[in-house]
């Protein structure tokens, strides 16, 4: 029975792990650039940056 309870729990939270990421839009899109004007430059990290200048400034 406690086997049974562990594997429906993983089950359960590799949902929410796949719906969760579904949610971010994909890095270059123009969702994402949106996104990432809107953002505080302070917050961005420094790939988060780089991609940014390659998929949103320099198409």
């Known amino acids: 029975m406690e086997i ?3 594997v429906i ?5 590799g949902m929410m ?3 969760l990421a579904g949610c971010a839009p ?4 123009e969702k994402w650039c949106a996104n990432m004007k809107e953002k505080p430059k302070g917050d961005w990290s420094a790939n988060e940056a780089a991609d ?3 998929h949103c ?3």
């Not at 729990?9 to 939270?13: H, I, R, T």
């Not at 994909?26 to 899109?29: D, K, L, N, Q, R």
């Open 4 to 6: 049974i309870k562990k």
């Open 9 to 13: 729990l993983l089950g359960v939270v």
């Open 17 to 19: 792990l796949i719906g």
């Open 26 to 29: 994909e890095v270059g899109s």
């Open 52 to 54: 940014f200048a390659k």
């Open 57 to 59: 400034v320099f198409k």
